[in-house]
């Protein structure tokens, strides 16, 4: 057989297959609907029902579809509820959404740094700067309305501070903490105070268009547990101590303000308070922190 009856044959035989894809390709789209949760179809009479439960960001979608299979069907009413949900950190948020609707989230992941204001005598002694780690909402409870979310939560904050090389942190037989100044020939140097928190922060956002998105509000702080750790190496010997159980002021209030970009931000954080209470320990306060925040997709 030469190539040329080959290519005859080849073509007599696509051909069917090539009208049924031509054929195929001009039907109409009825729907399209994004990563649907559940897909249910059904035989009503002489009617093919499909039902859709749930769509990529919309876990409350509803559709349903009909048709009989002599014409191109219809379209019957599309349903949404308002459900309690909750969101993981990047999904999309209801502060796009005009309904109102409550959900359950978690959000806010957040690394910062900063600096603050010591007592005239301990300037040159505390240094001037700390970090912090934490996330705003372990789980927060949110109300939206108008691109807007109204919502309370819980999380976690870790902050750390630090002092300048020869000094290390004290604590007297009272718990009162103090500094003490040590020998110029240390090596390997470190002297933290941390001090973790509960918090609980009552937050509104409002969403800027599609993508854009800002938030403010106070936090109320539960200060539970502060410790403070020296470390240093002197000749072939190393010395670590680490204290905890401090006088650190129990309860706080902070504010924040965060803008994001499809859930990607900056935020700026304040704290006016003393993290001692009076008299236990030098008086450090006026606390800001500038860092990058994790919100959520589309907060």
Known sequence: MSIKHLIILLAIFLLPLLMLAQETSTIDTVKVVNKPDRVVITEDGQEVVVNIDGAYKDKDYKYEYRAKPSNKGFVTEQTENHKLRFEHPFSKCDTTRSKRSFDLFLSDLYFGWGGNSVEAGNRDIIKRSHSEIG?????????????????????????????????????????IVGLQATSDQIDKYHARLGVCSMQFPLLINQSLGKHWSIGAGPILNWNYYASFGNGYSEGNS???????????????????????????????????????KDGFGPEIKNRWTLGIILRGWGF
């Open 238 to 276: 190393d010395y670590n101590v680490s204290t905890h159980g401090l006088y650190q002021r129990k309860v706080s209030f902070d504010y924040i303000g965060m803008i994001s970009w499809r859930g990607i931000g900056a935020y700026f954080r304040y704290a006016p308070q003393s993290v001692f």
């Open 135 to 175: 996330i705003l909402n372990l789980i927060g409870l949110g109300f939206n309305f108008n691109h807007t979310r109204i919502s309370i939560g819980m999380g976690l904050n870790w902050a750390n501070y630090s002092l300048n090389k020869p000094w290390f942190w004290t604590r007297n037989n009272e718990g």
